[in-house]
């Protein structure tokens, strides 16, 4: 259980957009801060936004003023709006939720399985 659902990567132009989103299933649940990772071929996973359940909002440097993280509690889903992509931006997406499960009384991190974005003309 704990599962995370992501959708909307895709192929698209420089200078274009994409949504990501990704729902987390499963029940009595609590989630604290969500997030979106990327890994390029031959790079580290990077952190590229996060969100905690507050509202609070952080971005890496690389994406601020082009992407913006949300979150819509009530369908335990979080957003990743992106746009004036660039292809540095290209690379495999990653959602990742901490959630507690009041089955087990405990913390643990879960992550999506990833899509991939690709920017290229």
């Known amino acids: 259980q704990g599962q995370l659902v992501e959708s909307g990567g895709g192929l698209v132009q420089p200078g274009g957009s994409l949504r990501l989103s990704c729902a987390a299933s499963?029940?009595?649940?609590?989630?604290?801060?969500m997030g979106w990772y990327r890994q390029a071929p031959g790079k580290q996973r990077e952190l590229v936004a996060a969100i905690t359940a507050g509202g609070n909002t952080n971005y890496a440097d690389s994406v601020k003023g082009r992407f913006t993280i949300s979150r819509d509690n009530a369908k335990n889903t979080v957003y990743l709006q992106m746009n004036s992509l660039k292809p540095e931006d290209t690379a495999v997406y990653y959602c990742?939720?901490?959630?507690?499960?009041?089955?087990?009384?405990?913390?643990?991190?879960?992550w999506g399985q990833g899509t991939q974005v690709t920017v290229s003309s």
């Open positions: 990742k939720a901490h959630i507690f499960q009041m089955s087990g009384s405990s913390w643990n991190d879960y």
């Open positions: 499963g029940s009595r649940f609590s989630i604290s801060t």
